[in-house]
């Protein structure tokens, strides 16, 4: 969800690497050719993810000379179109070095036509990358606890929701416990973001929350989480505190609830985060770490034969 925090990190473009190689080629220097393509890209985990140097189709293609955008609009993936799209806010640009869209749209690997969820959406930033990327042939429902809505959410949520780009999406107002409706079932995926750690001093049965996302999901559905990493052995005793929530845990809770981790990856990790510090967003940002904080982010299947 947006209302708990981001970071970000550089990254190699994608577009600049292609243009090199077109060029050698063109000029018969294949020994150079073979130099840069010895490179290689660095593998992921067990996600293959780019980690934060991988190479990534950017956003915005740089212009350096005559008739480069649209070569390289065309090479660049899906979730680079999408991101890029014309329409999307300012608003929404700015928090992107944060939060790193493109990497997680790959990550989720929604195509048009699938059907997902955005749990504790917020003000919509994640719901509405996930709406263009399933189309208009397919469906995301965003939900919203009262909590969120009453005390931040409510006035920029419905705002968003009147934009052309949400039209795909149906608002859910409901408690965690249950989170969505009846009719959300055989969905390819479910995402929450930022927002487990506060599924804790909600005082959520995180239980029947896990389940009722199970149930929802299709066998070989997916069940994206990312949030600010606690210090080993916290659990979850630093969940209000400091905003954030072990791994582990996460780890440990959701296998419990029947899911298989498929996959993580690396692109909000942070090293040098000492996870000693509140990563909510106002309390980040008025001590000058907003976007700082380590976070791990996990890919969970309904496995497609129960075990």
């Known amino acids: 969800m947006s209302l708990f925090a981001p970071g970000s990190t550089d990254r190699v473009p994608r577009v600049a690497l292609l ?30 993810a780019p980690e934060p140097a991988a190479l990534e189709a950017p956003a915005a293609v740089e212009a350096d000379e005559p008739g480069e955008p649209e070569a390289a609009q065309a090479e660049a993936p899906a979730s680079a179109a999408l991101v890029a799209a014309p329409d999307r806010s300012e608003e929404d640009r700015a928090l992107d070095a944060q939060r790193r869209p493109e990497e997680l749209l790959d990550f989720v690997g929604l195509k048009p036509g699938m059907r997902a969820a955005d749990l504790m959406a917020g003000f919509g930033y994640t719901t509405e990358l ?4 399933v189309g208009p042939e397919g469906v995301v429902y965003g939900q ?8 931040f959410a409510e006035a920029g949520w419905s705002e968003r929701l009147s934009r052309e780009a949400m039209a795909k999406v149906v608002r859910v107002d409901r408690e965690l416990e249950d989170p969505l409706p009846p009719e959300a079932d055989k969905l390819d995926a479910v995402v929450m973001v930022l ?34 990493a606690g210090r080993p052995g ?15 845990t996460v780890r440990e809770e959701l296998t419990a609830a029947g899911f ?10 942070n090293p040098e985060d000492a996870r000693d510090w509140n990563a909510a967003p106002r309390a980040a940002a008025e001590s000058g770490k907003r976007g700082e904080s380590d976070r791990f982010v996990l890919k969970f299947i309904k496995p497609v034969t129960p075990g």
Not at 23 to 47: F, M, N
Not at 130 to 133: D, F, I, S, T, Y
Not at 144 to 151: D, I, S
Not at 234 to 244: F, I, K, P
Request: hydrophobic share 45%; with cysteine; aromatic share 6%.
């Open 144 to 151: 919203n606890n009262a909590f969120v809505l009453e005390r």
């Open 234 to 248: 916290s659990g979850v005793s630093e969940a209000q505190t400091l905003h954030r929530i072990e791994e582990s």
């Open 260 to 269: 298989e981790l498929a996959a993580e990856a690396d692109f909000l990790r």
């Open 195 to 228: 927002f487990y750690h506060d599924s804790v001093w909600m005082k959520t049965d995180r239980a029947a929350m896990n389940k009722a996302i199970f149930d929802a999901l299709r066998p070989g559905g997916a069940y994206v989480v990312i949030d600010h």
């Open 19 to 48: 243009t090199t190689l077109r060029r050698l080629v063109a000029g018969g220097c294949i020994s150079a050719l073979i130099g840069v393509a010895g490179g290689g890209c660095k593998g992921g985990d067990e996600s293959a």
């Open 130 to 133: 996930l709406a263009r990327a």
